[in-house]
């Protein structure tokens, strides 16, 4: 991957990305499974929401960036080399980056500690503008990012596969025009796509369950034995289960892509074994 530097780029910015996520999903299962108040802390509770939101967005945008650049790179090569330079990878690492946080921040304002109950929710004020906000941003930001963006990721890729399917096996790098240069960069493009793939399976669930919350509805205030026969209830509960299953799974992508890396390149499995030995014989 090391001629590939715009990939190896990506693909090192995606992992510091997943990285820290996975930390902060700590402090969401702290927070709510387990009901320790990890996030009860006025300005740490803006910040945790704004770094959770930040760096999901930047996983999203890396994975449609070096989608759109394999896009390019196999469907048009003559556009490659333009689009392609470590110099380029760069700069669109860096706008990821910025424009991630900037649509990241709105959480700052949304959420807060309750001066009621000292946990960290969604803010609560009394205000028909700032509910159509939330209410707008949310749903916007939500279809935008994690529905539209994997969509058209997805068509993308169909039309990648369907080029090397039509023209055959093909070499590609993101320094080159060229496309017979080597199996690193073919490893490097199938490396790409899986990922690409995976997360698209993995967040477009998230987003449908997300659409199907507001035509599900509470059941009426009763006893739990009561809830156990509500049809309303058992129908909430139900779709409860099923999203929270489909959320675990959806996070996953940012914990597993070393799975795709070790199947899909040679490359990255000898540095692991390398970096293996070297650990044990420490």
């Not at 760096?55 to 556009?79: M, N």
């Not at 490097?188 to 599900?216: C, D, G, H, Q, R």
């Not at 675990?248 to 540095?271: D, P, V, W």
């Amino acid at each position: 991957m090391r001629k590939c530097n715009s990939s190896a780029a990506y693909l090192a910015t995606l992992a510091v990305s997943d990285f820290l996520f996975l930390i902060l999903i700590v402090g969401n299962e702290l927070q709510y499974p387990w009901m320790v108040g990890a996030l009860d802390l006025q300005g740490w509770c803006q910040i945790w929401n704004v770094l959770s939101m930040t760096s999901q967005y930047i996983s999203l945008l890396l994975v449609f960036a070096f989608t759109v650049e394999r896009f390019i790179s196999v469907c048009r090569p003559f556009s490659c080399e333009k689009f392609s330079k470590r110099s380029r990878s760069s700069k669109i690492i860096t706008a990821i980056l910025c424009v991630s946080f900037t649509l990241a921040l709105p959480q700052a304002i949304f959420w807060n500690v309750s001066p009621d109950n000292g946990k960290c929710n969604v803010r609560n004020i009394n205000s028909t503008t700032y509910n159509n906000i939330y209410v707008i941003w949310n749903w916007t930001s939500e279809l935008v990012m994690f529905g539209a963006i994997p969509i058209v990721a997805f068509v993308l890729n169909v039309c990648v596969l369907k080029q090397i399917r039509t023209v055959g096996k093909l070499y590609v790098t993101s320094e080159t025009l060229h496309r017979h240069v080597g199996a690193r960069c073919t490893s490097t493009t199938a490396t790409l796509m899986w990922i690409s793939f995976y997360l698209i399976f993995s967040k477009l669930p998230v987003t449908i369950m997300f659409t199907m919350e507001s035509s599900v509805q509470f059941g009426d205030d009763m006893s739990i034995e009561a809830m156990s026969t509500d049809p309303v209830w058992q129908n909430y509960l139900s779709y409860f289960t099923v999203r929270k299953i489909i959320e675990e799974l959806g996070i996953s992508h940012h914990a597993c892509n070393i799975f795709i890396y070790a199947a899909t390149s040679k490359q990255f499995r000898n540095h692991l074994k390398f970096f293996l030995v070297q650990l044990l014989w420490c």
